[in-house]
Structures are given as structure tokens and as C-alpha cells.
């Protein structure tokens, strides 16, 4: 028998990180093991040529070109060039306003407000609707906690949510003190099955769990229900996805959602044995 053909895939990131990122780096020996080679490709420069497909990593300034970005995934699109996860389901899940979708499904999630761009939605008036002390106030397209902030619904709040609300959709959600005593749970899957799962905690005096705000991640196995939960929540989306990552919070006994991340999430391979084989075994799988 002759050897597999060759196969080329860009793993798509942008210009702070056209080497990749460390833990999408783990992944590319076990590819070349199965005769798949990475191209690093950054978004919004030109392709390489004779790609087999595209898998989405570190596009971690999507959210400040959304435009731009959603251009060039409908250029991919055009092209045929496969591209995981999919046109549609990128599509979908940039606006995390896609959590109130999935709640209509029956899933928990964190209790969210939604606030137009251009609404003139009060704060203070929200909170007061909602019957919180304190919220946390975030864009509705965003990452890596940008323009994400505590808030008391005191005019100074209301003047900030009033010139964000300005420029952008909000979400308002209240701040969970379970966040900071407990963390936040990111639980992975490769083609709809769990691989693996971290815990991450705020630095001291934040609540941002954000490596880049001093949050620390660590490997944990989560019990079978937090498990059947982030499933539920993942099937509730409606969509097939190469990769996933469902992040939430445990609180009152249950597992609610706060992000469903579907376009680039950081997987944590280094956290767990076998989840970058688990997941260089994933795209061997879709292409074939």
C-alpha cells in the first residue's frame, strides 16, 4: 500500500500571533504524524496556496474588524475552501446574543440583559428592573474581556454604559460572586464529545478570569453533571463543530452557560494528556 497524500491546513490566527499560539503549537507534530502539515495563516492576509482547509485558532482581533472579518469568511466560503468551524456557525456565534437563543432552548444560562447600540438604555434602570446591586457590563461582540467591566448602576456607571452603548450592543449580566470563590469552568470537546475540562480563577481583587488580567487556569475533572450539562448546552446550539469549548459557572446547583465559544477559543492542550492528539485525531477526521 502507498502513503496517505500530503495534506495542508492553514491554522488561521492574526498578526500578534502568526507563529501560533504555544498550545496550537503542541498539535502540529501530531499532525505531521498523520501527514497533515500546519500552514500559520494570518486572517486578513492572502492565502497559501493549495490549502486543504482552514481551521480557526488565535483570531483574537476579530471582534474590533467584525466587518472585515465576516468578509473574509464569506470570501472562504466562496473559494470552497473548508473551514472549521463553519461559515454559519461563525456566523451565529460572534454576538453573544446567541445565549438568550439558547436559553429560549431550555438551557440555563447566566441572567442576561441585552441593550441595542444606539437604545439609550439607562443602567440604573436596568439593574433596577433586573433586582441587582451590581452587574458586569460587556460588549455583545467581544474578546479577552475587552470593554468588559463591574458595575454598581451609580452615574458614573451610567455615563460610561451611555457613551459604550454608543458604539456597540451590550450585555448585562450580574456579578456572580461564585465567579470569584469558585471560578469559572471551560470544558473542551472535539466533535461533540467531552475531552477534557480547566478551572479558572481571578487574580486577586479582579473577577476577570483572563490570563492577560492575571487569571490562573488549572486541569480539573468535572463531575458527570457539569458534564451533561456543557453537553446539553453545545447540543442546544444547533450546530456541528470540530471544536468546542462551554464555559459557565455552578451556582444554586446547577450549571449555567455563560459563553458557548465556537469561532476561537484557546483549548488548553497543555492541560490535559492526550487532548492534542484528541484534537489533531479531530481534523484528520473531517478532512477525510
Request: charged share 25%; glycine share 8%; aromatic share 8%.
Amino acid at each position: 500500500m502507498g502513503r496517505a497524500p500530503r495534506r495542508r491546513i492553514g491554522f488561521v490566527t492574526c498578526g500578534e500571533h502568526r507563529q501560533l499560539t504555544p498550545d496550537d503549537r503542541l498539535s502540529i507534530p501530531l499532525l505531521g504524524a498523520r501527514a497533515i502539515e500546519v500552514v500559520p495563516t494570518v486572517w486578513n492576509e492572502p492565502l497559501a496556496e493549495d490549502l486543504d482547509g482552514l481551521v480557526l485558532r488565535s483570531t483574537w482581533d476579530y471582534h474590533v474588524k467584525l466587518p472585515e472579518f465576516l468578509a473574509w469568511v464569506d470570501s472562504v466560503e466562496a473559494r470552497g475552501i473548508p473551514l472549521w468551524n463553519g461559515p454559519s456557525t461563525i456566523r451565529w456565534n460572534v454576538d453573544k446574543a446567541y445565549l438568550l437563543e439558547v436559553e429560549r432552548r431550555g438551557v440555563p444560562i447566566v441572567p442576561t440583559r441585552h441593550a441595542p447600540r444606539g437604545s439609550g438604555a439607562r443602567l440604573s434602570t436596568l439593574l433596577e428592573e433586573a433586582g441587582w446591586t451590581e452587574a458586569v457590563v460587556k460588549p455583545s461582540v467581544s474578546g479577552g474581556a475587552f470593554e468588559t467591566w463591574r458595575a454598581r448602576g451609580l452615574e458614573p456607571d451610567d455615563a460610561r454604559f451611555a457613551r459604550q452603548l454608543v458604539a456597540m450592543d451590550c450585555l448585562i449580566q450580574p456579578f456572580l460572586p461564585e465567579l470569584v470563590s469558585a471560578g469559572e469552568w471551560s470544558l473542551m470537546y472535539f466533535h461533540g464529545r467531552h475531552s477534557h475540562a480547566v478551572l479558572k480563577r481571578p487574580a486577586a481583587g479582579d473577577f476577570r478570569v483572563q490570563e492577560d488580567f492575571g487569571g490562573v487556569a488549572s486541569p480539573v475533572e468535572p463531575p458527570p453533571w457539569v458534564i451533561a450539562s456543557a453537553q446539553r448546552a453545545l447540543e442546544a446550539a444547533g450546530h456541528e463543530t470540530l471544536y468546542a469549548r462551554v464555559d459557565g459557572v455552578v451556582r444554586k446547583g446547577r450549571f449555567e452557560l455563560m459563553e458557548l465559544e465556537l469561532v476561537e477559543p484557546s483549548l488548553f492542550l497543555e492541560s490535559a494528556p492526550g487532548a492534542a492528539d484528541r484534537f489533531a485525531a479531530a481534523i484528520s477526521a473531517v478532512l477525510g
